[in-house]
């Protein structure tokens, strides 16, 4: 019998940094639970299908239909599991065949999935004394039945456009 090894590619990235300098403030330091609430709260407040993603040179698209937030724990830190449901629409040369009859795809139909995974771990680093900074790695589940770094796409640009917390390069 032959040992047949499957690997899952998942890469991560990083926000950029924003740096917090109220350590001494009135408030206090931002923590990592309020890091993770103001996320929750941009995120729920997203309007079902407002999002498109455009791909240079190509007339399709793709749409975030919804994300659904999901509240985890790595030991003791809170990270957040996002569930992005998205579709490809303006599709204009394609076709489904299931078992019956070959269907041509209209400008106007959806291709897409429920289930594209990532994870974001909010991190806080002190470089200085009453200067600290803070960012969120984000962890993506390239899933092997998707084009490469599909869901990478996803995740950046919910980032950027959604939370202004663009990846760093």
Not at 81 to 91: K, V
Not at 128 to 139: D, R, W
Not at 140 to 152: I, Q, R, S
């Amino acid at each position: 019998m032959k040992n047949n090894d499957l690997s899952i590619d998942i890469p991560v990235y990083m926000t950029k940094q924003v740096e917090d300098k109220r350590r001494d403030g009135v408030f206090g330091p931002i923590t990592l639970p309020q890091m993770i609430v103001m996320v929750k709260d941009k995120l729920q407040s997203y309007e079902k299908g407002t999002l498109r993603i455009e791909t240079i040179g190509r007339v399709k698209y793709t749409v975030i239909d919804e994300i659904k937030v999901i509240e985890k724990n790595i030991g003791d830190i809170p990270c957040l599991q996002l569930q992005i449901s998205a579709y490809e629409t303006n599709i204009m040369d394609g076709y489904f065949k299931g078992e019956g009859e070959k269907i041509e795809l209209q400008k106007e139909n959806r291709l897409g999935s429920e289930r594209n995974f990532i994870l974001l771990v909010p991190r806080i680093i002190g470089l200085e004394s009453k200067s600290y900074h803070c960012y969120f790695l984000m962890a993506v589940y390239e899933d092997p039945n998707k084009a490469d770094g599909e869901v990478a796409a996803i995740g950046k640009q919910i980032l950027k456009d959604l939370l202004q917390l663009p990846v760093k390069i």
